[in-house]
Each structure stands twice: as C-alpha cells, then as structure tokens.
C-alpha cells in the first residue's frame, strides 16, 4: 500500500524512520523481540512523526514519555476515541463500544459493562479459570514431552474462558481463533472477510439471544438498558464485537510471550517454581516487558504538545510497549526483573478508557503461570525451533514449541 506523504503542517525535522510495523524487530522475526526493539525510540526526541505506523499506511504522531501518553489518554476532549478501527475493514463507520465512544457517552455504557468484568465476578469465576488450566496443562503432560504452547496451551486456555463469559461453546474455538488471527493480523483479503463473518456472528447471536434468553454476556446486552431504553442494533453490535476480538488475542499473547521469556531463563523459572508466592509480581513486570497493544487517539483540534504542532484529525500513537520502556518511569527498563515493585505499567492503558477486561486478564495470566509452573517441569525452547515474534497494532509470537524432556 502506497505510504502517505508527511503532511504540510509536520516539521521535517520531527519526521522519524520508526514503525511498529516495519522497523526492525517489527516483522515476524525468528527469536525476536519486537517490544524491546521499540526502546531505541527513547534515545531520540519525545515526540516525533512516523509517516507509516498503522494498517493503512497512515502517519501518527509517536508520543514516546509514559507522563505525556497519560496526558492524551486522559484528555478525551483534544483527542478522541473513535476510529472505527473494526467498521473500517468494511468500509463502514462506528463505534466498537464503549472503547471508541468519547465523554459523555462513553462513561454512560462503562458503568453498564463494569460490573459484567469488576473483581468481584472474576473472583466467581477464578474456581472455572482454574480448572481449565489444570485440565489443559494435566492433558499437555499427558500427551509427551513437548508441546506448541500457543496452539496447545495459551489460546485454548485464553480462549475457552472467554467463550465462557458469552455463553458460547468450546467446540467451535479454533474457529473463532481463526477468524480473529485473519482481522487482527491478516492481509488486505483476509481482514474484511474476517470482519464480515465476524459481524454476522454477532449479529445473529443477538437475535438468537432476544428470542431465547440465557445466562450469558450478549443476553445482557440485548436486554440492557441505557438512559431509560434498550441498546440499539448498532450499539448491540458495537459491544459484541469489541468483547469478542479483545478476548480472542491479547490474553493469549501476553501468557505465550511470558512463557517464552521463563524457557529462556531457567533461574528465574526455578525462582518462581519454588516461590510460586512471587508469580503474581512477575506477572506485573512481565506485563510491564511485553504488553501487546498500541493505543491511537485522533486530536479533535489543532493543539501545540510537547513542540509538536498536532491538527485535527492527526493520529496519535500511544504505544504500550514504549512507554513501559522509558528510563523516565522505570529504573533499567530493557532489564526484566520479576521482583520489580510499584510496576505503574501501561500494559492496559491509562485513563477512562484504561481496559475493561485488566482483572480477569491479570486472573487469568497468573493462573495460568501457577499451574504451568506446579505441572511440568523445568522446560526450555525445542532444540531446532525457534519463536516467531511480531510487531504491529497488537503484538504477538508464534511458533513457541517448548521441552521438557
């Protein structure tokens, strides 16, 4: 896709050669690090201009100080949620909700989705997120003494919970797996058909819920009412497809890029084997060293930021994993070590829109580490194979075959 020429009002010099997508690092790389690779940012100017750091092609401004991403993400009156990142694959516009909705509408539907996610139901839930994991791992064991931890492990672990949270049933997960590697991470082709079925999915699991009711998520949805009436189709839909593509990926993401860092690193492995007392802190700095996700916000009027002359309608990139590497805000941030304390990572964003699902998303990558740890023993990358890793809009790794033999 041609590359959009840098705009009139963006200074040459604050132009950089930097993209989460095609800097180096960023492609799928054997053995990479894409999340460290981001880290060489912080050695130039706090605010620059990427000509090509979306999908599309589009330039964004790159906020690189964790303190000035905090002042964007809590400003929703200069920079705006909304981008239709979803409806775009399909040439269409609006909102996932409630995470591309501005105040005050935005706070309207959090407060009707909060408690659907608060810590009080994750902890109803712990006792099933449990219980997978056991059951996952035990078969793992069961099966030899290798396995593929993305395809065995973290995302029919990640998967299955989140099913369980729509009512949905397990048989049909690598097929929603599937349908969400091809929107998140596909081609040109693949991405609209993705989202086309995804859509419909939706949509049909909507009315399925109207006319039959049962205890899940969507019959929430479709009987939830917002300022004295019920959601319309399009806000139905917008909930749906936000809870479905957020749950498909990041989880599994973050757990598989936590347990290829532990079969690279047999001490701390044996640290948090025999201390499993320490998980929950490793899990914090783990976040910390590989969070998943880029944030984009478009200013919703020309605004002077940090010597940036930023118009309206510029994207604006909040990395993650950027601003959980600035030497401003963490002491030795390219060291990862799991005993950290007061971690104020970004992992799950900053401000209203900060992620509706961080408690169950914590539960559920502590668990999964407890019970892997308690399972199997000490286990290390298989001689001959290596981890595919990758940047872009939601980071990932692939190709993680462990051993235990």
């Known amino acids: ?16 050669d930097f993209s989460l997508f095609t800097s ?14 981001t880290a060489c940012v912080h050695a130039g100017p706090p605010i620059f201009y990427s000509p090509f750091n979306t999908r599309d092609g589009r330039g964004t401004w790159v906020i690189t100080r964790a303190t000035d ?12 949620s909304h981008r239709s990142i979803f409806a775009s694959a399909l040439g269409e516009n609006w909102p996932m909700i409630p995470l591309e909705l501005d105040p005050p509408a935005h706070g309207v539907f959090r407060s009707l989705l909060n408690p659907l996610l608060s810590p009080k139901r994750v902890t109803a839930l712990e006792p099933a997120v449990r219980e997978r994991a056991i059951a996952l791992i035990d078969s793992i064991a069961a099966s030899g003494t290798s396995c593929d931890v993305m395809q065995d492990f973290a995302f029919p672990f990640a998967v299955s919970i989140f099913l369980r949270l729509l009512g949905l049933p397990n048989h049909r997960l690598h097929t929603f797996v599937g349908w969400a590697n091809d929107l998140l991470h596909g081609d040109d082709v693949k991405r609209p058909a993705a989202a086309r079925t ?6 049909e699991l909507a009315a399925m819920r109207r006319e039959e009711p049962v205890d899940d998520f969507m019959t929430f949805i479709v009987q939830a009412q917002v300022e004295g009436r019920r959601l319309t189709d399009e806000e139905v839909r917008g909930i749906g497809v936000l809870v479905f593509v957020a749950g498909l990926d990041t989880v599994a993401a973050a757990i598989g890029f ?5 079969a690279r690193h047999p001490e701390e492995q044996e640290l948090l084997r025999s201390e499993p007392n320490r998980i929950v802190l490793a899990a914090e700095e783990l976040l910390r060293a590989y969070p998943t996700v880029q ?3 478009v200013a919703r009027k020309d605004i002077d930021f940090e010597g940036a002359p930023i118009r309206k309608g510029d994207y604006v990139s909040c990395a993650t994993m950027i601003a959980n590497r600035d030497p401003a805000e963490f002491e030795c941030p390219d060291t990862i070590d799991l005993m950290r304390e007061d971690n104020r990572h970004a992992a799950f964003g900053y401000g209203p829109h900060r992620c509706l699902g961080s408690h169950l998303a914590r539960r559920e990558i502590v668990i999964g580490l407890e019970e892997w740890l308690a399972r199997l ?19 990932g790794i692939e190709n993680l075959i462990v051993d235990w033999s």
């Open 198 to 203: 995804i859509l419909a999915f939706i949509d």
């Open 377 to 395: 023993p000490a286990f290390r990358i298989k001689e001959g194979t290596a981890p595919i890793a990758y940047g872009g809009h939601v980071f």
């Open 1 to 16: 896709m041609a590359l959009n020429p840098v705009p009139d009002h963006v200074p040459p010099e604050m132009v950089r």
């Open 295 to 297: 944030i984009i916000r």
């Open 258 to 262: 936590d347990l290829a860092f532990l």
């Open 69 to 80: 991403q905090r002042r964007v993400l809590q400003d929703a009156d200069t920079f705006s």
């Open 24 to 37: 180096p690092g960023m492609p799928p790389t054997p053995n990479g690090d894409p999340q460290a690779a």
